[in-house]
């Protein structure tokens, strides 16, 4: 069984950083794309980030330039460091996993709460 369990997240300032960890369960781990996703109140679900197995990453434009996702495939963890917090980073902060063609595990999501 695959879980994954986020956490990190908190209530900051902007400009503030914060460094979100999702660890994962399995044996798929290394060869898995995982991702983080956010959902705010009155808004869809968005990609956040993604990291290949390969390392290839992209990022929504809004957290471009702001935010960096990395993994750690020895600690079966994913990380999101997010720099220069903005309000509209408010959100649930939820992390994926993606192999052999499905998204095989969700997380129960970590709130980020960023005040003006």
């Known amino acids: 069984q695959v879980q994954l369990v986020e956490s990190g997240g908190g209530l900051v300032q902007a400009g503030d950083s914060l460094k979100l960890s999702c660890a994962a369960s399995g044996t798929v781990f290394e060869s898995a794309t995982m991702g983080w996703y956010r959902q705010a109140p009155g808004k869809q679900r968005e990609l956040v980030a993604s990291?290949?197995?390969?390392?290839?990453?992209n990022y929504a434009d809004s957290v471009k330039g702001r935010f960096t996702i990395s993994r750690d495939n020895a600690k079966k963890t994913v990380y999101l460091q997010m720099n220069s917090l903005k309000p509209e980073d408010t959100a649930v902060y939820l992390c994926?996993?993606?192999?052999?063609?499905?998204?095989?595990?969700w997380g129960q999501g970590t709130q980020v709460t960023v005040s003006s």
């Open positions: 990291i290949t197995s390969g390392g290839s990453t």
């Open positions: 994926n996993m993606y192999w052999g063609g499905r998204f095989l595990a």
